[in-house]
């Protein structure tokens, strides 16, 4: 047998065969981002959706506002999704896959039309 074949095939010096390479360590490393972080970003490029969620929170919370089953299918778990930020009370309730649903043909309007 030559000594070649002896080595490491993955490089390492004197490692646990299989343990990451240096650089394998970098994706180890690196930490998720800070939903706080992302929430703040969120706020402050969105201003009138952050006052229209805060409005329709304090309602519900007030009992100004009543959650209601989703407009299509009448599921009980609901998102109040806004038509028009600048009326935060006017809202349309959705489950969630009909709010993500209203959002994407939302974007696609507007694609089309801008």
């Keep these: 047998m030559r000594s070649s074949e002896n ?6 010096s ?5 343990s990451p390479r240096p650089s394998d360590d970098a994706k180890f490393t690196r930490s998720a981002p800070d939903p706080q972080a992302r929430q703040k970003r ?3 490029r969105n201003p009138a959706a952050y006052v229209a969620h805060l409005t329709v929170h304090n309602a519900l919370r007030l009992g ?5 089953h989703c407009t299509v299918c009448g599921e009980t778990r609901t998102d109040a999704h806004h038509p028009d930020y600048s009326q935060p009370l006017h809202v349309v309730w959705l ?7 209203a959002h994407r043909e939302a974007a696609r309007k507007g694609r089309e039309n801008g």
């Excluded at 080595?7 to 390492?12: H, I, K, L, M, T």
């Excluded at 100004?64 to 209601?68: I, M, S, T």
């Design 42 to 44: 969120w706020r402050e």
């Design 95 to 101: 489950c969630r896959p009909h709010h993500l649903a």
């Design 14 to 18: 004197g490692g646990v065969t299989g």
């Design 64 to 68: 100004v506002l009543e959650r209601r």
């Design 7 to 12: 080595e490491n095939p993955a490089g390492a």
